[in-house]
């Protein structure tokens, strides 16, 4: 009775964008959902690359069990910022407690990056649920994020830079993305904690392919980002920079984009292999922004 009763959710997925995402709606996640329905929307998910789930009211004990259902969980090398009780729950936001300290990160996401590409074995996907979303005096939702569809960048490079970038790896930088939100604070506007010497070693750089094959559905994707990409392997620095601005270039044309416009309870869900993404700061105090998010484990990226 108890599976009859799970299976009996109805829900429908609608397409978001030309390029990605969808909505689920009509699926209610805190309840332990059959595998016939995961599987159902992970094959959405694969088709979309961002998926998100509306109208969801889940605690963190729900949130990270879903999560689990997708793969193993990662934590982040940052701790400041995990959720109390919960290490696989990062916090984001830009709200204070009683004492005036932040309860989450604030400047996450303001360089365009994949979750964890500094990793041996990167995010399969990142899970970000939005307890409070800021507007505008006119009701317009601020805090917007930005996706790239990664496949369809790689599937419509130009043929001369297709060839270029055959068969090459770039190195990436948690370090990188760290500098370049710490820079920020020369403008107030940074509360990313520094790093100790030992957490600095649990994330060396790592070495990618540029072109990798998607780990679940074997596609091609373009796999360098501006956060976290720090250089191309066996070039000199400024041929390095000069390909990856043009790799960079392109990745941000308007048709390969999806801009999410949050809403309290959605479950935004993304692929870090098919994607890359940047948060839009518009807003600041009094407008409160509160998410938390967890991080599924990925596979090690193999040349396409």
């Known amino acids: 009775m108890e599976e009859a009763m799970k299976s009996s959710q109805s829900w429908a997925c609608n397409k978001l964008g030309d390029a990605l995402g969808a909505e689920v709606v009509g699926l209610d996640l805190s309840q332990n959902i059959n595998d016939e329905t995961l599987n159902k929307l992970i094959d959405h998910f694969h088709k979309n690359a961002v998926l998100v789930v509306r109208d969801q009211r889940l605690t963190p004990e729900q949130h990270i069990a879903f999560s689990k259902r997708i793969g193993p969980l990662q934590i982040h090398v940052q701790k400041t910022y995990h959720l109390p009780g919960y290490p696989e729950v990062y916090s984001i936001s830009n709200c204070l407690d009683e004492n005036g300290k932040p309860i989450g990160l604030a400047d996450a996401g303001k360089v365009w990056h994949t979750d964890l590409s500094y990793m041996k074995e990167p995010s399969r996907c990142s899970l970000l649920h939005a307890l409070e979303v800021p507007h505008d005096d006119k009701g317009v939702p601020l805090g917007n994020t930005e996706f790239i569809n990664t496949q369809f960048a790689y599937e419509r490079l130009p043929e001369d830079l297709k060839q270029s970038i055959k068969g090459l790896k770039a190195v990436h930088s948690y370090q990188k993305v760290y500098d370049e939100i710490q820079a ?3 403008e107030g506007a940074a509360n990313l904690m520094p790093l100790t010497e030992e957490q600095k070693k649990t994330v060396p750089p790592v070495e990618h392919p540029i072109v990798i094959a998607h780990p679940y559905t074997g596609k091609p994707i373009l796999f360098v980002n501006e ?3 720090e250089s191309i392997v066996g070039m000199s620095p400024d041929e390095s920079k000069k390909l990856l601005a043009r790799l960079y270039a392109h990745l941000k044309k308007p048709e390969f984009k999806y801009s999410h416009s949050w809403r309290v309870g959605d479950l ?10 940047f948060a839009v700061h518009d807003y600041e105090l009094p407008r ?3 998410m938390r998010r967890t991080t599924v484990k990925g596979a090690q990226p193999a040349f396409a």
């Open 288 to 290: 409160r922004r509160r």
């Open 184 to 186: 920020l604070k020369r």
């Open 268 to 277: 935004l869900m993304w692929d870090n292999f098919a994607t890359q993404h």
């Open 227 to 229: 956060g976290i990409t």
